[in-house]
């Protein structure tokens, strides 16, 4: 893995790793009370649980000014499923006040850009508080494109393990996705993207094939079929939040053939989708909802909740390249 370093004379930043763990908690916490969210979970030990070693979730990069950390990003895989490309999810982005001013939070972000080009990544993705006009303003500036037109829906706790318990529809199996069913999934997402009345991306089923059938694939997939029959999908992978300091599950996409609609399978796909990450420990999913879709607002009212207070932001095509290309690599 390559890992992104930049110095000037003020400030250098390098991967965090283990022995960073106190200074990354630390920063976390100050980065929770900025947003008024209170003390969070994440601990030192989650953060070398879950940030380091081969099996890390999310990577860490630090800030230190004369030896001292004084910022930190935490990034992770993520996926863009409407032009099927792979993206860098930046988690958290903190600059103490006393270092602001001086390039830190845009060399963070240079930083993870380049560890998301890394791996092939196209685009970057964060959220930010609507109330906080500084950071929206910051992310404007680096090329940061608020995206007004969507909100996640979600669940957790006693909503989660309510969808735990949502079985099948009779008649009806669930299985895992496995490459030969990629002409089938290609059909789905050209069907979902008919719904939201939008052209599909080019080489749906290379893409798909390429980034969630491989050795280190960037989702998962779930096939409702009746017989040999399949009728619907749901994609989902994990991500971290690090107020909870737990791993959720993002559900991209969701569809079922408008001839078995109203049966129950878009509700039993998303059941067994948080099946399969309470075994893995995953507590809670959250998922995009175009604030045009009334109808599906209104469903998901009934058993979800809107997190109505962040908007989430991309950058992509040149403008993401020139950022990535900022950051200077590291070899490992």
Request: charged share 20%.
């Amino acid at each position: 893995m390559i890992r992104p370093a930049m110095t000037n004379r003020a400030f250098h930043i390098r991967a965090a790793g283990p022995r960073d763990g106190e200074a990354m908690a630390r920063m976390c916490a100050a980065l929770a009370a900025h947003e008024g969210a209170g003390t969070p979970a994440f601990t030192a030990e989650d953060f070398r649980r879950h940030g380091c070693g081969s099996e890390a979730l999310f990577a860490g990069l630090i800030a230190e000014r004369d030896g001292r950390p004084v910022g930190y990003a935490l990034h992770m895989r993520d996926y863009d499923t409407d032009r099927l490309i792979r993206c860098v999810h930046v988690l958290d982005l903190f600059v103490e006040n006393t270092a602001r001013g001086g390039g830190i939070g845009r060399a963070l972000m240079a930083a993870s850009a380049a560890a998301g080009k890394a791996y092939g990544a196209k685009m970057a993705y964060w959220g930010v508080l609507a109330s906080n006009p500084l950071a929206r303003g910051f992310y404007r500036s680096i090329g940061g494109v608020e995206n007004l037109g969507m909100t996640l829906w979600g669940v957790e706790e006693a909503g989660f393990a309510a969808l735990c318990r949502q079985p099948p529809p009779a008649g009806i199996a669930l299985r895992a996705g496995r490459l030969a069913d990629v002409p089938a999934l290609g059909r789905f997402l050209a069907g979902l993207f008919a719904d939201m009345k939008e052209p599909p991306p080019p080489e749906i089923e290379t893409r798909l094939a390429r980034d969630g059938f491989g050795a280190a694939s960037f989702f998962e997939t779930l096939i409702a079929e009746r017989g040999a029959e399949p009728l619907g999908y749901a994609m989902f992978w994990p991500t971290y939040e690090t107020q909870e300091a737990e791993t959720v599950i993002t559900l991209s996409d969701l569809y079922v053939l408008p001839e078995a609609r109203g049966l129950g399978i878009g509700s039993a796909l998303m059941g067994e989708a948080a099946r399969q990450g309470r075994r893995r420990g995953w507590n809670g999913m959250w998922w995009p909802v175009f604030t045009s879709n009334e109808p599906a607002r209104r469903y998901y009212a009934r058993f979800a909740v809107e997190d109505t207070t962040a908007l989430y932001c991309t950058l992509d095509g040149d403008g993401f390249e020139r950022l990535a290309a900022e950051a200077s690599p590291l070899p490992p």
